[in-house]
């Protein structure tokens, strides 16, 4: 059994949340976390128990790191500082080091199961800096299938369109191909399609559109506005990607 | 003041600061509707029988389930001021697949106004009325300057905000802020609303923490009516360098308001002024507590 198998059946009250860590050569990413249980239950203070767990993009575990974030506090996560040296999915969860059913009782609902909010930031070589908030929750089933349109727009500053890969969940990947769509956003004309492997559990991986559409870039020029439509069976929503000439970057939810 | 036809409470907008010395897009891809189940089948009904929606909303959701309606969209300018400088309904109506663009400079310049610090209230409506699941999913903003860029993306949604009924506050949470040689964060407060007449220029408070027992407070400034409002730490706290040295240039920031709800933007900029990262804050209390 996986540490996050573990830590998710120790903790049935909180959802791991996830988010693409990138580490290696000239980028490392800093997981940032406010302790907000002071925020809900003043006075109590909570201290809250942070649990991450990083993969590789195979979906294999890397580090486990724990640590206690004081009331109203933060905790600042540096991947590389870690040893981290493989980008992938990181999971994390901040337990609450109290009983939050008692201490909410006559006041309010608790959440079956707590997710936790927290925000990455992308490095590159302390050059460029991108920003989030984390993303799907870990699940324990395949996501359902389904079909995400990625609108593109030519710009003369952007290199290479592409997308970040997640598959946040534990159960074995049906294997099998999913599929890209490169068509035109006006009249929705078809222009390319390329297969992409499936994702391991809790695999991810950086698709570059370059490397399956060679042609994209005279193609994005000529038709202006384009759409990458992905068919998937077995992943959570990408994130988008952006690569700058100037060597930013922006990677966002869809 | 925002013209009375600028929205209607049920269509669903997203306030998104807009910067004068970068080029400013927005855009939109419409992803599919959600699959019909028997919950969603059963919603329209069940909000009616609980006398949440009229009857005519419940017509049209089930209206909408049979043959969706395409997306249209609607943009507002107003400046940090407060001041609305312009708005149109902007053409083509999009369903699901569809790319919607806006270069929000060109708009700008279509009017006549002059590319300026501001907000852009972009309004996107099907013409559901139910009050539940309105959000037609997420608004990109992206921002450039001299090749660099910023930006996120966020929901368009339809809930009251700030409309009249008393409101317990806004606390803004920041758990990275960062002054040294080569990054400065800042904060950025949008003071919005659903209602068009919302009138209540606010005046926030904010915290610089190293840890929970050594911080600075100082006031933010004013932010108008449906504006933004933009401060660097370095404007708000001249001797943050100083005060975060001893946590290597890091610390967090909490930002705090009565009596009205506020959006943040948390904002990184290079030494040098330039536009680095924007990330929207994210809810502490909906992790935890069950409204539904």
Redesign the interface.
């Known amino acids: 059994m996986s540490h996050l198998n573990e830590l998710m059946s120790a903790h049935p009250g909180y959802a791991f949340t996830s988010q693409y860590c990138l580490v290696g050569d000239e980028w490392n990413t800093i997981l940032s976390f406010f302790n907000y249980y002071e925020q809900v239950f003043p006075g109590q203070g909570i201290v809250a128990h942070l649990l991450v767990v990083f993969h590789d993009e195979s979906g294999n575990e890397v580090k486990v790191h724990e640590q206690e974030v004081a009331p109203g506090s933060t905790a600042q996560v540096n991947a590389r500082e870690l040893g981290v040296t493989r980008s992938g999915l990181v999971a994390v969860a901040a337990v609450a080091m109290a009983n939050l059913e008692e201490l909410a009782t006559g006041k309010f609902k608790i959440n079956s199961s707590i997710p936790t909010s927290f925000y990455v930031t992308w490095d590159r070589a302390n050059s460029a800096r991108g920003m989030m908030h984390e993303w799907e929750g870990v699940t324990q089933s395949r996501h359902a299938s389904s079909i995400h349109h990625v609108g593109l727009k030519y710009s003369e500053q952007i290199a290479e369109h592409g997308l970040m890969l997640t598959n946040p969940n534990l159960a074995p990947s049906p294997g099998g191909k999913d599929m890209l769509t490169l068509r035109s956003a006006t009249n929705r004309k078809t222009v390319a399609r390329a297969e992409l492997e499936r994702l391991p559990p809790m695999g991810s991986k950086v698709v570059r559109f370059k490397d399956y559409f060679p042609n994209i870039d005279a193609q994005l020029q000529e038709h202006d506005r384009m759409v990458i439509d992905l068919t998937t069976c077995a992943q959570a929503a990408p994130l988008t990607a952006e690569w700058y000439k100037s060597g930013d970057f922006h990677f966002h939810h869809l | 003041m925002i013209p009375f036809e600028a929205w209607q409470q049920h269509e669903p907008r997203m306030n998104l600061p807009i910067f004068g010395n970068a080029l400013n ?1 927005v ?6 509707d959600r699959k019909l189940n028997l919950r969603r089948i059963v919603a329209p009904a069940y909000h009616f029988a609980r006398g949440r929606s009229p009857w005519r909303a419940v017509l049209s959701n089930y209206k909408h389930m049979l043959a969706p309606r395409p997306f249209t969209f609607k943009a507002c300018f107003v400046n940090r001021q407060g001041e609305m400088m312009c708005h149109e309904e902007l053409p083509g109506a999009y369903r ?6 806006l270069n929000v400079n060109d708009w700008l310049r279509s009017h006549n106004v002059p590319i300026q610090d501001g907000s852009l209230i972009l309004v996107s409506s099907h013409g559901r009325a139910d009050r539940w699941q309105s959000s037609p999913g ?1 608004v ?1 903003l ?1 921002v ?1 300057d ?8 966020t929901g368009f949604f339809a809930r009251p905000l700030n409309a009249g009924h008393k409101h317990v506050g806004f ?1 803004g ?4 802020i960062e002054v040294n040689t ?2 400065v964060s800042g904060l950025l407060l949008i003071n919005h609303s659903s209602e068009l007449g919302y009138d209540k220029t606010v005046r926030p408070t904010v915290r610089l923490h190293v ?2 027992e050594k911080f600075l407070e100082t006031t933010f400034g004013d932010i108008a009516p449906h504006a933004a409002s933009e401060r660097s730490i370095l404007e708000l706290f001249p001797n943050a360098e100083e005060f975060l040295a001893s946590a290597g240039g ?1 610390g ?1 920031s909490v930002s705090m308001l009565t009596g009205a709800s506020l959006a943040s933007v ?1 904002v ?1 900029r290079y030494r040098s002024g330039q536009l ?5 804050s ?4 909906t ?4 409204y539904l």
Request: charged share 20%.
């Open positions: 897009e855009d939109f891809t419409v992803q599919d699901a697949g569809d790319f919607f663009y997420n990109t992206r450039t001299s090749g660099y860029t910023a930006g996120y993306r606390t949470l920041n758990p990275r080569r990054w840890n929970p890091i967090y948390h990184l680095a990262s924007l990330e929207h994210r809810p502490a209390h992790n935890i507590i069950n």
